[in-house]
């Protein structure tokens, strides 16, 4: 006795192609939602890590002044219409008695595995700098990511002098212009110090002027 097996009827193309479409729009809104959702944590998480680093790389100063790089000069006001988040930005700190105690600057460039982002403070009455901080970073876990790990390599920063120059490891000496590079993590080493000179090369005159500093 056979057994017959039916015969499922074939779905027209143009039914497929709606519920590929339907699906699609769903999940897109979906994404769209929880994007707008969780935006404004996100951006006030980051906001609040800035400020935490700010602190950090300036000695905790009792306040601090967002400047705006506008036309080749620092600006405490933002023009209407512009977005602060395409500006680049400097951050002139103070003490209590409204003396300026350094700036901190934000910046980045490529590293072994990505674009490393780091922000240092600079103190432009004794040309040092005041410490150094990564943001953020995707170096190669137990070596690159020692330039935010490492903190005999990060201590460095503190008080050195620019321009900077990576050496190999116990080269530097008493020599504050010099930066012991991470053995095994050298261009790593090598992106951070390369990083802070383009920043300073590039906003460190945009300082020195600045009213802050000026008798």
């Known amino acids: 006795m056979s057994i017959e097996i039916p015969v499922r009827p074939e ?16 999940a897109g809104t979906l994404i769209v939602f929880v994007f707008q959702a969780t935006e404004p944590a996100i951006q006030a998480h980051k906001a609040e890590m800035l400020r935490l680093a700010i602190h950090e790389v300036l000695k905790d100063p009792e306040r601090y002044e967002t400047l705006y790089v506008i036309d080749g000069a620092l600006a405490s006001q933002l023009p209407e219409g512009r977005n602060p988040r395409s500006l680049q930005k400097v951050f002139v ?31 432009p009455a004794t040309r040092r700098l005041l410490g150094m ?8 876990p137990g070596l690159g990511d020692k330039i935010e790990k490492d903190m005999d390599f990060v201590g460095q920063f503190d008080g050195a002098v620019p321009p900077l120059q990576g ?49």
């Open 11 to 26: 779905l027209p193309s143009w039914r497929l192609v709606m519920t590929l479409a339907v699906a699609g729009t769903l």
């Open 167 to 215: 050496v190999k490891q116990g080269q530097a000496g008493e020599d504050r212009s010099k930066i012991d590079m991470i053995t095994g993590a050298t261009i790593s080493s090598r992106a951070i110090i390369k990083i802070i000179g383009g920043a300073l090369e590039e906003l460190g005159p945009l300082v020195d002027v600045h009213e802050a500093w000026q008798p």
């Open 93 to 123: 700190g103070y003490d209590g008695a409204g003396k300026p105690v350094g700036a901190a600057m934000v910046a980045g460039a490529p590293g072994f595995q990505d674009v490393i982002r780091l922000i240092f403070g600079y103190d």
């Open 133 to 140: 901080k990564v943001l953020e970073s995707k170096e190669t």
